[in-house]
Structure formats: structure tokens, C-alpha cells
Nanobody, 119 residues
Framework: QVQLVESGGDLVQTGGSLRLSCAVS????????MHWSRQAPGKQRELLAQ???????NYRNSVKGRFTVSRDNAKNTVYLQMNSLKPEDTAVYYC?????????????WGQGTQVTVSS
């Protein structure tokens, strides 16, 4: 199975920065795209950023220019750098992926990490 472990969530003031990490254990599975999503209390989970296998990225409009997704292949880790944080960024942040092995595809989620932005 694929294991995803997030870390880096914290309490930060408005305008501050955080870097979230997602340690990825593929266990032989193939992953084309890594995703970051978040869920605020009482709201639906929303997709924030995607990192494709070719290194290209895609972002939700509300975080474009403030958030950056990247990876370190040597460390098997995907990052979400978050700058200019706002109170509305407060949420639990998740990394996730669709992984395939022997023709079967499954979705895997990390446990989530809490980000709280104080005003």
C-alpha cells in the first residue's frame, strides 16, 4: 500500500508562511500526480494544488501566487510552501494520490495536518 504522512502544520499569524511536507512510501505502486487538498470546518474538501509527473503544476485560483508545490525525489517527499497566509486558509491539509499497481488504481490519503492562521 501507499503511505502518505503529512507534517508541518502549525499556528501562524496572518501574512506568515508555512511549509507542509508529505512523505511518500510507494511500496512499488506507480504515482503520476500528487495532490494537496484542504478541509475547513463545515466546508467541503477542496483541491488546492497538483504536481504532475513531468513537473508541471496546477493551482486553485484562491492560492495561486501564494502556494507552491514541489518535490524532492531523493527524500520521497512532496512539499506545499504557503506564503501570505490568511485566516481563511485555516483548515486541515491533506496530500493524496491515485496509485496504480498491476492494473489496479486506488486513492490514498494522508492523515492530515492542521494549519491555523490567526488574524
Amino acid at each position: 500500500q501507499v503511505q502518505l504522512v503529512e507534517s508541518g502544520g502549525d499556528l501562524v499569524q496572518t501574512g506568515g508562511s508555512l511549509r507542509l511536507s508529505c512523505a511518500v512510501s510507494t511500496n512499488g505502486f506507480s504515482i503520476d500526480t500528487m495532490h494537496w487538498s484542504r478541509q475547513a470546518p463545515g466546508k467541503q474538501r477542496e483541491l488546492l494544488a497538483q504536481l504532475f509527473k513531468d513537473g508541471s503544476t496546477n493551482y486553485r485560483n484562491s492560492v495561486k501566487g501564494r502556494f507552491t508545490v514541489s518535490r524532492d525525489n531523493a527524500k520521497n517527499t512532496v512539499y506545499l510552501q504557503m506564503n501570505s497566509l490568511k485566516p481563511e486558509d485555516t483548515a486541515v491539509y491533506y496530500c493524496w494520490c491515485v496509485a496504480t499497481k498491476l492494473g489496479r488504481a486506488d486513492t490514498y490519503w494522508g492523515q492530515g495536518t492542521q494549519v491555523t492562521v490567526s488574524s
